[in-house]
């Protein structure tokens, strides 16, 4: 899938800031992030419509979105935590109505030492 | 609200042998279904959604069931090859949540030896 990309697709993290990019090109309006700990499922982060924060789960506030457009989504992390290891997904639907399908990016994976 | 259990965890099978992870639900007011796989180190990629009106569901080599009254949804492999080999989540999202609200299964790991 080439049509939701994320960078960087690792990433290796002392306490130190960084930020995670993604970008789709589907058109679509709705964009989330979730985070895919070790053999569990995804978890909703953030989810965005046409670059208006909608939902917010409960997430550290050491993490923060932003939607520069409506194609493209970042998260920044600042003084990450071990329990922040984990895949990072990108995702974006059409809409943001139920039943909405999601299509998930590659993915960023996030090291913390 | 929704929860969704997955099972089995795990699974092995042979190549050409069938294989069927089940998931049960609890709100009666679920309405869309989704089967995501994914392959080690990779993305999830739909299989299949499935909506609340059809009861089977026809995919290339697999089959979603839908059984409303008892809330449980299930995805069988039918001659399973170990292309097939991967995870496997479900996801549940109500009628009516306000936003697009997904809830997945825990996973089941699939693995189809030769």
């Known amino acids: 899938n080439t049509k939701i990309t994320q960078s960087p697709r690792y990433l290796i993290l002392g306490r130190a800031n960084k930020s995670l990019e993604c970008e789709q090109h589907?058109?679509?309006?709705?964009m989330y992030w979730y985070k895919q700990s070790a053999e569990k499922p995804p978890e909703l982060m953030f989810l965005?419509?046409?670059?208006?924060?909608?939902r917010n789960e409960t997430v550290p506030s050491r993490f923060i979105p932003e939607c520069p457009d409506s194609s493209k989504l970042l998260l920044h992390i600042s003084a990450v935590d071990p329990e922040d290891s984990a895949v990072y997904f990108c995702a974006s639907s059409p809409g943001t109505g139920t039943g909405n399908t999601l299509y998930f990016g590659e993915g960023s994976r996030l090291i913390v030492v | 609200g929704e929860q969704v259990e997955q099972r089995p965890p795990h699974l092995s099978v042979r190549e050409g042998d069938s294989a069927v992870i089940t998931c049960t639900y609890t709100?009666?007011?679920?309405?869309?279904f989704f089967w995501y796989k994914q392959e080690p180190g990779a993305s999830l990629q739909l299989l299949m959604k499935?909506?609340?009106?059809?009861e089977i569901n026809e995919g290339q080599g697999f089959t979603v069931l839908l059984n409303k009254k008892d809330k449980r949804l299930s995805l069988n492999l039918t001659a399973a090859h170990p292309g097939d080999s991967a995870a496997y989540f479900c996801a549940v999202t109500p009628y009516d949540s306000g936003y697009n609200k997904l809830t997945f299964g825990k996973g089941t790991v699939l693995l189809v030896s030769p």
């Open positions: 589907l058109g679509h309006n709705a």
């Open positions: 499935v909506f609340s009106s059809t």
């Open positions: 965005y419509n046409l670059k208006q924060l909608i």
């Open positions: 709100d009666p007011n679920s309405y869309y």
